[in-house]
């Protein structure tokens, strides 16, 4: 029983390790997933169903499916970085209780510097 706990387990972490590669990006309309038409119109490329990529489908959800993951990590990780950078800005606010007052004119000045020749 202890063997076949093991070979399972080895399985998952298999297939666990086994990362993903990229598919192929569709000839066609070069992984954009749509072409040119008539009067520069754009349609679905018929070739890769609008996905950008070619070859297996179940190998294509997999990658992207595995690539929504990474993403949704990487939004998470994004958050709660800023989660931090609140609480920062709420101590800024503390120190300096005029900041909107001084960010807007900064804001003026570079404005009037970058377009002096269009006012005068």
């Not at 595995?66 to 609140?86: F, M, N, P, V, W």
């Given at each position: 029983?202890?063997?076949?706990?093991?070979?399972?387990d080895?399985?998952?972490?298999?297939?666990s390790?086994?990362?993903e590669?990229?598919?192929?990006?569709?000839?066609?309309?070069?992984?954009?997933?749509?072409?040119?038409?008539?009067?520069?119109?754009?349609?679905?490329?018929?070739h890769?169903?609008?996905?950008?990529?070619?070859?297996?489908?179940?190998?294509?959800?997999?990658?992207?499916?595995?690539?929504?993951?990474?993403?949704?990590d990487?939004?998470?990780?994004?958050?709660?970085?800023?989660?931090?950078?609140s609480?920062?800005?709420?101590?800024?606010?503390g120190?300096?209780?005029?900041?909107?007052e001084?960010?807007?004119?900064?804001?003026?000045?570079?404005?009037?510097?970058?377009y002096?020749?269009?006012?005068?």
């Amino acid at each position: 029983m202890n063997n076949k706990r093991s070979l399972v387990d080895a399985a998952i972490e298999l297939a666990s390790n086994k990362t993903e590669q990229a598919p192929e990006t569709c000839p066609h309309c070069n992984g954009k997933g749509e072409t040119k038409g008539l009067f520069s119109t754009t349609w679905e490329c018929v070739h890769c169903d609008g996905l950008g990529y070619t070859g297996d489908p179940i190998a294509i959800a997999k990658w992207f499916k595995e690539a929504l993951i990474q993403r949704t990590d990487r939004i998470k990780q994004l958050g709660s970085h800023c989660s931090g950078l609140s609480k920062e800005n709420g101590t800024l606010k503390g120190i300096y209780p005029d900041w909107e007052e001084r960010l807007n004119e900064h804001y003026e000045q570079q404005t009037h510097e970058k377009y002096r020749s269009r006012f005068d």
